[in-house]
């Protein structure tokens, strides 16, 4: 078994492809791809996140739950684009900074599952793990891990990359989980000394995935690009801080983003010894305020949504905290579009019974625009 194989075994969250042999083709394609990505724009994002480390401004992140192969079009990506852009000009116009924009995107092809099947109507399917595996369509042939949507996904990342770049007129960066080995691995490229995974700028690791003995922390530890850490509510000290120096060796500033996702009610009581863990071990991390997967709750009509006011009160906390401590906020990584959805509910515009009213988000609910601006408001104050 090489070294590769043996990697994707361990791994957890992976699709069960239908087709060995076409599975073997499509990794074999991508593998002599163009990158999406170049390494010198990863390590200038790495640089620019090394200033936000020191406590030199803030990071903006944010995107689709989950990509679709439908939505990529232009007006989408720069609706996505510029709800970032209008959050990014709030902050700063209030700290005289500009931030590092991170978007949420042009990767995001591919999601974890807390269970491999979903049952409608007694009907038992396979999960959709997003595009880059399976359709939504709860059918039989959608739901099969079809190995050739990969390449599907890596275009789409192409054009979602393009028309971002387009949008934003340059200088915009691109993050997505990277969750979905077969398609990581292949895209992964030396550079220098070291290599670079050439899917996009940053890649995160999950929840679901960061163990530091898992095949994504072990994928992470050995590629340039800066890299994401979610951290929830269960996350000791001792953990965190094991998978810290894995990730983290050298005490890169820069290296390293831990994205904070607590729930409102939590934030208080389990932040505080993490943050306090990690500046005691000396790693010079970048903090990020997740405000949105500890916060979901059911809609009436059935639909996950998010109040805007507990999303609001998680950044609230995570501010605090870091204030308390003396550590610095690095800023906010949300799930969020361009388009007027109404996934989430706000007590101004969007009240509990108007969630499937305009409910277009393939898995978890995003904020709107005008959302997006309540959000640039309270960090405008906060700065």
């Not at 049952?119 to 891990?145: C, K, M, S, W």
């Not at 007129?169 to 691109?174: H, S």
């Not at 970048?286 to 916060?295: A, K, R």
Request: hydrophobic content about 45%; glycine content about 10%; charged content about 20%.
């Amino acid at each position: 078994m090489t070294g590769q194989q043996a990697v994707l075994a361990a791994a957890a969250q992976q699709p069960t492809w239908s087709d060995p042999v076409a599975l073997a083709a499509v990794t074999a394609e991508l593998a002599i791809r163009p990158p999406l990505v170049m390494a010198d724009e990863c390590q200038a994002l790495t640089a620019r996140l090394a200033m936000v480390a020191h406590g030199w401004g803030m990071v903006i992140q944010g995107g689709d739950c989950a990509e679709t192969f439908d939505a990529v079009r232009y007006d989408n990506v720069a609706g996505t684009v510029g709800a970032l852009r209008q959050l990014a000009g709030q902050v700063a116009a209030a700290s005289g900074r500009e931030p590092v924009v991170i978007g949420r995107m042009a990767g995001q092809f591919a999601k974890p599952r807390s269970r491999p099947v979903e049952q409608i109507g007694g009907r038992e399917l396979p999960v959709y793990r997003g595009d880059a595996v399976n359709d939504r369509t709860f059918t039989a042939a959608a739901r099969v891990h079809d190995p050739s949507r990969m390449l599907v996904a890596y275009q789409a990342s192409a054009n979602v990359l393009a028309y971002a770049r387009r949008a934003a007129g340059g200088g915009f960066f691109v993050s997505h989980e990277g969750l979905l080995l077969d398609y990581e691995l292949p895209l992964t490229r030396p550079a220098g000394d070291g290599h670079f995974a050439a899917s996009g700028h940053m890649l995160w690791i999950g929840e679901r995935t960061r163990d530091p003995r898992s095949a994504h922390v072990i994928y992470a530890a050995g590629i340039r690009n800066p890299i994401g850490l979610k951290v929830g509510p269960s996350t000791t000290p001792e953990q965190l801080m094991e998978v810290v120096r894995v990730l983290d060796p050298e005490r890169i500033p820069g290296r390293l983003t831990l994205i904070s996702r607590m729930g409102a009610d939590r934030v208080d009581a389990v932040l505080p010894a993490l943050v306090a863990a990690v500046r005691a071990g000396g790693h010079p991390v970048v903090w990020l305020c997740d405000p949105m997967h500890g916060n979901t709750v059911t809609a009436p009509s059935g639909h996950k949504t998010r109040h805007v006011d507990r999303i609001v009160a998680e950044i609230k906390a995570f501010f605090m905290v870091h204030r308390a401590i003396g550590t610095h906020p690095g800023g906010v990584h949300l799930e969020l579009t361009g388009r007027m959805v109404t996934e989430c509910v706000d007590d101004r515009n969007v009240m509990p019974v108007d969630v499937p009213r305009c409910f277009e988000s393939a898995c978890d609910p995003r904020l709107n625009p005008a959302q997006v601006h309540r959000v640039g408001e309270l960090l405008a104050t906060l700065l």
